[in-house]
């Protein structure tokens, strides 16, 4: 059998203007597994987010886009590229949502002659949102262009000694300069998805210490890998206890989303003394509007305004040479010897 390898991020609009940010939010938001209600009650919940949001983050993507286009885009597709020089083996990249679309990527894997693939989602947590989504739209894309392609899914890798050692060795030159405080913001989900992802039915929750009680449902658990994370880089990277958080941003809508609000902690930890702060947004591994306009531009802001001195976030691995080193790991690992 002919190998080949899959990577799969998120997406973004084609360009910064209001149809196709319009375009890419419609795709987004009507996925069921983003928002998840019926049909009909959501397309009339995204019609009214459709009203006014296309605009105000076509204004928030021209702050972040590039001379390449989309950042996030962009940064994959180099990612792509020297991911496959390392490697030796065809590797697509595909959007969840938008361009690069999964059914061309599998397309081009099959007329390759791909017929063993690997999928990667390039989301190191479990959501349903997220990691979930993406293995689904490719296997139903599979279904039809390549119905005979063997697909492979690596596994969430939020506490992958590879994954963390990465972003250990991106942070440590921050680290090494000081902060009074190191705040791990991860993206937010509504809390109903916790317990939709639940396999157990009566764990995620239910209990103020749920994530770090053992269960069959921390596998599905976004909220517990998040934690795994925060405590697995601090551990490798001796970052002292009381002196790290974990925060969640990104939040739409009212309903109940994970806690502590990332804007919420920006604002209040001035008050605790807290003036020198590094943030970090491992949920992410490619830079995009989350991470370099909703925090590097607006939390920076919050945090400032709130009477904080300094500001500095870490990149997202993007092209670090540990990511693309783990990259390799998971798939020589799948390859065997």
Same mark, same amino acid.
């Given at each position: 059998?002919?190998k080949?390898?899959?990577l ?9 203007s209001?149809s196709? +940010?319009?375009r890419?939010?419609?795709?987004f938001l ?6 998840? +209600?019926p ?6 919940i995204v019609?009214m987010i459709l009203i006014r949001?296309?605009a105000e983050s076509?204004h928030?993507y #021209?702050?972040?886009?590039t001379p ?11 990612? *792509?590229?020297?991911?496959r ?12 949502? *938008?361009k690069?679309? $999964?059914?061309?990527a599998l *397309?081009r894997l099959?007329?390759?002659?791909v017929?063993?693939?690997?999928l990667?989602?390039?989301?190191p947590?479990y !959501? ?8 689904e ?5 599979? !279904?039809r262009?390549?119905?005979?392609m063997?697909?492979?899914v690596q596994? %969430? ?6 994954? $963390?050692?990465?972003?250990?060795e991106?942070?440590?030159?921050f ?8 705040l791990?913001s991860?993206?937010?989900?509504p809390?109903?998805h ?10 995620c929750?239910t209990a103020?210490?749920?994530c770090?009680?053992?269960?069959t449902?921390h ?5 517990? *890998?998040?934690?795994? &994370?925060?405590?697995?880089l601090?551990?490798?990277?001796k ?6 958080? +974990?925060? /969640?941003?990104s939040?739409?809508?009212?309903d109940?989303?994970l806690?502590?609000?990332t804007d919420?902690?920006? !604002?209040?930890l %001035? ?13 992410f591994v ?5 991470t370099?306009?909703e925090?590097?531009?607006?939390g920076?802001? &919050? /945090?400032l305004?709130a ?10 691995l993007?092209?670090?040479?540990g ?5 390799e #790991?998971?798939a020589?690992n799948?390859?065997? %010897?």
């Amino acid at each position: 059998m002919s190998k080949g390898i899959l990577l799969v991020n998120l997406g973004s609009p084609d360009s910064t203007s209001v149809s196709d +940010v319009r375009r890419y939010l419609n795709e987004f938001l009507m996925d069921g597994r983003v928002m998840d +209600v019926p049909w009909l009650l959501r397309r009339l919940i995204v019609g009214m987010i459709l009203i006014r949001r296309p605009a105000e983050s076509a204004h928030a993507y #021209k702050k972040i886009w590039t001379p390449e286009g989309s950042p996030l885009v962009a940064t994959s597709r180099r990612v *792509q590229t020297r991911f496959r020089e390392r490697l030796g083996l065809p590797v697509e990249l595909a959007m969840r949502y *938008q361009k690069p679309s $999964i059914p061309a990527a599998l *397309q081009r894997l099959r007329d390759g002659g791909v017929d063993d693939l690997l999928l990667i989602p390039m989301f190191p947590h479990y !959501a349903m949102s997220s990691y979930e989504t993406a293995v689904e739209r490719v296997k139903s894309a599979a !279904a039809r262009v390549a119905p005979q392609m063997l697909i492979t899914v690596q596994p %969430p890798y939020y506490d992958h000694p590879d994954y $963390i050692a990465a972003l250990a060795e991106s942070a440590s030159d921050f680290l090494a300069s000081g902060c009074d405080h190191f705040l791990f913001s991860f993206h937010g989900i509504p809390e109903r998805h916790l317990k939709t992802s639940d396999p157990t039915g009566r764990h995620c929750l239910t209990a103020t210490d749920c994530c770090h009680t053992e269960s069959t449902a921390h596998p599905f658990c976004y909220r517990h *890998q998040c934690f795994r &994370t925060a405590e697995e880089l601090a551990r490798t990277a001796k970052i002292p206890a009381g002196k790290w958080s +974990v925060s /969640f941003q990104s939040r739409l809508g009212s309903d109940p989303w994970l806690k502590p609000y990332t804007d919420f902690v920006l !604002a209040g930890l %001035p008050a605790r003394n807290i003036k020198n702060l590094l943030v970090i947004c491992p949920a992410f591994v490619s830079d995009c509007l989350e991470t370099l306009e909703e925090i590097s531009i607006r939390g920076r802001e &919050t /945090f400032l305004a709130a009477g904080g001195l300094q500001f500095r976030q870490i990149p997202c691995l993007n092209e670090h040479p540990g990511w693309i080193a783990a990259l390799e #790991k998971m798939a020589r690992n799948w390859i065997g %010897p």
